[in-house]
């Protein structure tokens, strides 16, 4: 989204989530705080939405990323290296994540930066980030020129260095689900609606120029303004329009009431979005009438994944009383990646941090690779994540289930 997949946790887990916050300042030599212990901390920013209406994504977010510290000092992962997070709250404004970059970049203890989940947002922090040369790992963008610029479509330019994803992009997300609905679900004729955001508006062209590129027709398109929740006019439209299927471009919170407004003016098609609209959250606001909804999320399935079954038990162990929701694999693989960088960069300096450290570990973090919980983590020469996978999920009982997982064939 990411503007950025497992399956959602429906049912609350365990009370007790716990957070961590920041250590204290980082010594002059840039290698993290010295506990008087032998062992130095290092701090793991997070970005994320923590309160609004896309919390539950930025709390299983944040709690993914804190798994991911825990599991490292609990295994020693990095010897003489303790890790902590320090999660800030963007409440999903631009403005917010910016602050919240200067914030964290001010911290000298933090070495890797987790977030954000909007691209929007990322937009507002890439050039803070890389200016201070403080690595970031986003779970959750999906805009493509995050990575390859704005003229990504004719010629691919990599704006920071210090910029990489967990998740695949919405140049290949969006293509997937019009392929899927084209040439799988048999629908010829779609309603193109979007928030008029980055990441909303970025998947609904993507998505629109393969569905006509496959034969289909877009019989209509309109835009709607996420801080309202009365979305009558354009249902209207779409039931007008003959149309056999929506495309939304945009979040669950506006998606869910989108979708309900749609069938209860009389167009009783599915709405079908991308992995911002893949959460439990979606399937309470839509109601019964959601049900055959469908959405697209990167990666595979939980239940296909083996290696994800450890981060299921763990997380629930850990006791988090929020789901980890769409991004929480790819929030653990980011903070791993982070460790993995560190490690490599403690290993390659006779086992303490560098004076550079920063610089070095955004260095590393280029051949970083590893099997992660959503598989094969490693990195192309734009940041991007060399996994492409998507899945397919459709409304049924109550909750998400996997319909068809694969790659875009471009």
């Known amino acids: ?209 393969e569905f006509k590129k496959l034969g289909g027709k877009v019989v209509g398109t309109d835009h709607i303004n996420p801080e309202t929740k009365d979305f009558s006019a354009v249902a209207t439209k779409v039931k007008n329009s003959g149309a056999d299927v929506v495309y939304y471009g945009g979040e669950y919170p506006q998606a869910g009431p989108l979708s309900k407004q749609i069938k209860a003016a009389g167009a009783k098609v599915p709405l079908v979005g991308g992995d911002g609209i893949y959460s439990a959250d979606f399937i309470n606001l839509a109601g019964p009438s959601g049900t055959g909804d469908l959405a697209t999320s990167v990666g595979a399935p939980v239940e296909e994944l083996p290696s994800a079954k450890e981060f299921v038990a763990n997380y629930k162990a850990a006791g988090y009383k929020d789901a980890y929701e769409a991004y929480g694999g790819y929030s653990y693989d980011s903070g791993w990646a982070i460790i993995e960088a560190v490690k490599k960069v403690v290993e390659d300096n006779g086992g303490k941090l560098p004076d550079d450290a920063r610089a070095k570990v955004t260095e590393a973090m280029q051949n970083v690779s590893f099997d992660g919980v959503t598989g094969k983590v490693s990195f192309d020469e734009y940041g991007d994540a060399t996994n492409k996978q998507l899945t397919v999920y459709a409304v049924k009982d109550g909750a998400w289930k996997p319909v068809k997982s694969g790659t875009y064939t471009g």
């Open 1 to 209: 989204m990411r503007q950025r997949s497992l399956i959602a946790i429906t049912a609350a887990l365990a009370a007790g989530a716990l957070t961590l916050t920041a250590c204290g300042s980082r010594d002059e030599s840039g290698g993290g705080s010295d506990k008087g212990n032998g062992g130095t901390t290092v701090v793991i920013g997070v970005d994320a939405p923590l309160t609004g209406d896309l919390s539950a994504l930025g709390l299983g977010i944040k709690n993914s990323v804190d798994l991911a510290a825990k599991t490292a000092n609990k295994e020693n992962y990095v010897d003489g290296i303790k890790f902590e997070i320090q999660a800030l709250d963007d409440q999903a404004q631009p403005s917010s994540g910016q602050q919240n970059a200067t914030k964290l970049v001010a911290n000298k203890d933090v070495l890797g930066v987790v977030g954000p989940l909007n691209s929007s947002v990322a937009e507002s922090m890439q050039k803070v980030f890389d200016d201070a040369k403080l690595v970031q790992v986003s779970p959750a963008n999906t805009n493509p020129a995050l990575t390859q610029g704005p003229d990504w479509q004719k010629s691919k330019t990599r704006p920071y260095k210090s910029y990489f994803r967990t998740a695949t992009t919405d140049a290949i997300q969006g293509p997937f689900a019009a392929q899927y609905l084209y040439n799988d679900a048999k629908k010829k004729k779609v309603f193109v609606i979007d928030d008029k955001k980055t990441y909303g508006a970025g998947l609904a062209a993507t998505f629109s120029e």
